[in-house]
């Protein structure tokens, strides 16, 4: 199996940065939907009472919005009236979770929802809707088959990538099937010279917005991954505290030996750049060194960042790493089998990208937000 040399999403991560050296090992990615499982973990725990039923599902060869759509058909809700955190993979068993504005004693009409690909596992309700961001993390067992490769060469790959983090790329899902997002934006925005692309609907538009935002924060990220200091504080870089998202500073006495360590330990990691119009009298924005690494990187995409922000887009950041955290493997005849957990908004196609070539990792994941 070797890398595919034309295809759009080829291209695309040929231009990025890795962190190690490319892979020589070989696997099968979803040969089998038992091969990639996701458990999603929410942010919170359903009260118990309220007029949202939250449900977690095990969902099996089904988009998250097909499975939504099934629950509505089910019950004759409105698509309004169902919520989720975030989209899973349609190649995959996954269980996450949904809340229905379903009236108490209405619970029995969920059942013609069921089959094979769909089972409900439990149910608890609760006062508020479940919203796009709400889960805490997602629970990874990846089966990696007909492995190809050095076996002490992938381990001293998940070792390493554990004491220092993932880099914190937007994987191929956030870019549409074969890329169709990204090249849409490129075709459609930067053909008409940045002109608003009229006629598009919300959904679409939402979409154009995530493939643009992340298109240059992954450049952002591999430009700091090629100057070697992804992972080290720059004179005026913003920091994100791991698992929350929190922005902050350093303090009056500067960058310190307590938060070197802290970086060290993945408890507080770089950010980077998601472009839009800056809030009023934010904060949160890079300075001197680490501003003019961000600059020289954005000039080569101002047609798409005015874009963005003549569409409203508040800029935002990003940490530039995830931290691969349970992380847990084991051989067997077939191949490899991955544990681990990652943060909301990270994705698991980053680390496999620095493990091994892989087929199979593009084409059956929706946007995860």
């Known amino acids: 199996m070797s890398e595919p040399s034309a295809g759009p999403q080829a291209r695309y991560w040929s231009k990025l940065a890795r962190l190690l050296e490319p892979p020589a090992g070989t696997a099968r990615l979803k040969a089998t939907t038992e091969d990639f499982q ?11 009472a309220g007029e949202h039923l939250c449900i977690e599902v095990e969902k099996t060869d089904l988009t998250t919005t097909q499975a939504a759509s099934r629950l509505t058909g089910a019950t004759g809700l409105k698509r309004t009236d169902v919520g989720y955190a975030g989209m899973k993979d349609r190649r995959a068993r996954t269980r996450q979770w949904f809340s229905l504005r ?60 554990a004491r220092m983090g993932v880099p914190n790329y937007f994987g191929p899902q956030r870019f549409g099937r074969q890329f169709g997002n990204l090249e849409s934006v ?5 053909a008409q010279g940045g002109d608003d692309a009229a006629g598009m609907s919300g959904n679409e538009r ?9 298109a240059v924060f992954n450049q952002a990220l591999s430009e700091r ?6 992972n080290r504080y720059v ?3 913003v920091l994100s505290l791991d698992g929350s998202g929190r922005l902050f500073l350093p303090g009056e006495e500067g960058w310190d030996d307590e938060l ?16 839009g119009a800056a809030p009023a009298q934010s904060k949160y924005e890079t300075r001197g060194q680490a501003a003019d690494i961000e600059i020289a990187v954005l000039r080569q995409k101002t047609v798409i960042i005015d874009w963005l922000k003549r569409e409203g887009l508040q800029a935002g950041r990003r940490p530039l790493r995830f931290a691969l955290r349970d992380l847990d493997w084991n051989w067997t005849d ?8 990652l943060a909301r908004g990270c994705y698991a196609t980053s680390l496999l990208r620095e493990l091994c070539i892989t087929d199979g990792i593009e084409q059956e994941t929706e946007l995860e937000p």
Request: charge should be positive; hydrophobic fraction near 35%.
């Open 334 to 341: 077939s191949g490899l089998i991955l544990r681990f957990m």
């Open 235 to 237: 004179s005026g870089d």
């Open 206 to 214: 939402s979409l154009l917005y995530s493939a643009a935002r992340a």
């Open 38 to 48: 996701v458990t999603e973990e929410l942010g919170f725990a359903p009260s118990g």
């Open 225 to 230: 991954l090629d100057r070697g200091d992804w």
């Open 102 to 161: 379903l009236p108490a004693g209405e619970e029995t009409r969920l059942q013609s929802a069921e089959d094979e690909k769909l089972r409900i596992l439990q149910s608890r309700r609760n006062h508020r809707k479940i919203g796009i961001g709400s889960h805490r993390a997602n629970r990874f067992v990846i089966t990696l088959r007909d492995f190809r490769g050095g076996r002490d060469d992938m381990e001293h790959r998940l070792r390493k990538l």
């Open 260 to 275: 070197q360590n802290r970086l060290d330990a993945l408890d507080i990691h770089i950010t980077g750049p998601l472009p």
């Open 186 to 190: 490129e075709r459609r925005i930067l």
